[in-house]
Antibody
Framework: QVQLQESGPGLVEPSQTLSLTCTVS??????????WSWLRQPAGKGLEWIGR???????NYNPSLKSRVSILVDTSKNQFSLKLGSVTAADTAVYYC???????????WGQGTLVTVSS | DIQMTQSPSTLSASVGDRVTITCRAS??????LAWYQQKPGKAPKLLIY???SLESGVPSRFSGSGSGTEFTLTISSLQPDDFASYYC?????????FGQGTKVEIK
């Protein structure tokens, strides 16, 4: 059973960079044709896809965030990571990592981690 | 960008009711549509993929239909565990977009 777990600071100051890591367990991040993704959800609002990466390092990002986002993968640690620069209060949200399959969409999710942007 | 419009935003229903949620895409997405259920404080859970395929372990009272730009999620007989928020999501090409969600409340 694949499991994903987000980790990283819960508080980030405005204008700084938000950094999160997702650790995948229960299987190799390199096995199968999957895309490893980040999503977020502000309190009381809907879901927003941030971007995805495959294990070759190929990425796709949400156009609305593309200028500030970077997603990397570390296959040796079975992890992938998110960096979101120049954050503002509008970036305060629960951030999820998830596995995206071509056939099914997002089939495995982390439990989510709340990141608050505040000084 | 492909926009997803979901309706209604809120739905009040009783246990045993048949419930239908609609999702419309701004352009054709073939059958590349998934439905998720989300409960407060929890991650979304995949219910339906490829518009009408039931994810393993999901009760058969959930069903999906549609193709192109019009899709529906139907719960044939609403159960107490089904009161939650539901989201559609397109995964055509290299992006993913969600509908704004439908909250199913107890009537």
């Amino acid at each position: 059973q694949v499991q994903l777990q987000e980790s990283g600071p819960g508080l980030v100051e405005p204008s700084q960079t938000l950094s999160l890591t997702c650790t995948v367990s229960g299987g190799s991040i390199s096995s199968g044709s999957y895309y490893w993704s980040w999503l977020r959800q502000p309190a009381g609002k809907g879901l927003e896809w941030i971007g995805r990466i495959d294990t070759s390092g190929s990425t796709n990002y949400n156009p609305s965030l593309k200028s500030r986002v970077s997603i990397l993968v570390d296959t040796s640690k079975n992890q992938f990571s998110l960096k979101l620069g120049s954050v503002t209060a509008a970036d305060t949200a629960v951030y999820y990592c998830a596995r995206l399959t071509v056939l099914k969409g997002f089939d495995y999710w982390g439990q989510g981690t709340l990141v608050t942007v505040s000084s | 960008d492909i926009q997803m419009t979901q309706s209604p935003s809120t739905l009040s229903a009783s246990v045993g009711d048949r419930v239908t949620i609609t999702c419309r895409a701004s352009q054709s997405i073939s059958s590349w549509l998934a439905w998720y259920q989300q409960k407060p404080g929890k991650a979304p859970k995949l219910l339906i993929y490829k518009a009408s395929s039931l994810e393993s372990g999901v009760p058969s009272r959930f069903s999906g239909s549609g193709s192109g730009t019009e899709f529906t999620l139907t719960i044939s007989s609403l159960q107490p565990d089904d009161f939650a928020s539901y989201y559609c999501q397109q995964y055509k090409r290299y992006s993913a977009t969600f509908g704004q969600g439908t909250k199913v409340e107890i009537k």
